[in-house]
């Protein structure tokens, strides 16, 4: 349940697409690492030249230029793909341009420089679709629900919302997302991995975000407020499900009998008295009881 949450909070980061104040480089790179590959077929496109050799694929073609470049012509319109990345990756391209695009991946060569945030970028194509987030343009529109985006590739991904498709799986307990980002950070719980450690009190998390919020435990920030009763909380969850208090919400119901609850974890506690469970035990007399304020109030 907790990495649905994550998961509906990745999608609504897309969505959004803002840059965090803590990394806002490594919130930008994130999405435009993703539309390198894409950008490698988009440039082909506007820097192929358009005077070659006589072409039997319909194309003016210049006399001075030699066999050679017809060849590599042919290459293009064919499909065939006669220039091979020398590293492991194994891709192919139809010109030698694309080739020498494509090895920046690999160098880490990024000749195009953004001249606001000082964001560096392998391909010119990927600079022009990466200004979009300061100019504010979103030119990628939800046919859904009218959501705008930046990206192209964000939009795709949003529409995973509407569709259902969760095209990456669990391989340990079948769990699948929507997003890869989430797939990759619930496999944290398998392998115990939680690199992110509060310098004060040395409790560790999973995700930064998480322990951003952890934080404000230490410094008594409670940055929400309820707009009914001005009761402040630390999270904005916390103050979600306070609010069901004023508007009477009860989104959680008992399978067995019916009864309503504004938590979650009151329906699983309440579960309790169907199955008979008694988890909490007295150390002095023995005697179980079904919920732990029962066994406080035996001591009180």
């Known amino acids: 349940m907790a990495f649905i949450k994550e998961e509906r909070e990745d999608i609504k980061s897309e969505e959004t697409f803002r840059v965090k104040k803590e990394d806002p480089e490594e919130q930008i790179k994130m999405e435009f690492i993703k539309e390198e ?15 070659l050799f006589n072409c039997t694929h319909n194309q003016e073609l210049d006399e001075n230029d030699d066999k050679d470049q017809y060849e590599k012509h042919c290459d293009f319109i064919t499909g065939q793909k006669s220039f091979s990345c020398s590293q492991t990756c194994g891709k192919s391209f139809n010109r030698f341009g694309d080739l020498n695009s494509h090895m920046r991946i690999h160098t880490g060569e990024k000749p195009y420089i953004c001249h606001q945030c000082g964001l560096g970028f392998t391909l010119k194509v990927t600079l ?8 504010g343009e979103k030119p990628y529109t939800c046919p859904q629900c009218g959501m705008s985006f930046t990206l192209k590739e964000t939009l795709r991904r949003h529409m995973r919302i509407h569709t259902g498709e969760k095209p990456y799986t669990c391989h340990q307990c079948g769990l699948g997302f929507t997003l890869k980002e989430t797939l990759r950070r619930h ?28 934080f404000k435990i230490h410094s008594g920030e409670k940055p929400y407020t309820c707009s009914q009763c001005e009761r402040s909380f630390t999270h904005k969850k916390k103050l979600d499900v306070h609010m ?9 119901t008992c399978k067995l009998c019916g009864k309503n609850f504004t938590r979650q974890t009151s329906v699983k506690n309440h ?30």
């Open 128 to 135: 022009r679709r990466h200004m979009r987030i300061h100019a």
């Open 37 to 51: 590959c894409e950008d490698m077929k988009i440039e082909s496109a506007l820097i192929f030249p358009n005077k």
């Open 244 to 252: 069901r208090i004023h508007t009477g919400e009860k989104p959680f």
């Open 187 to 214: 496999m944290k719980i398998h392998t115990g991995e939680k690199p992110y450690t509060c310098k004060l009190c040395g409790k560790s998390f999973i995700r930064k975000s998480s322990l951003n919020n952890h």
């Open 271 to 300: 579960m309790r008295i169907h199955t008979g469970e008694k988890p909490y035990t007295c150390s002095q007399c023995g005697k179980s009881f079904t919920y732990k304020q029962h066994l406080d109030r035996k001591y009180t």
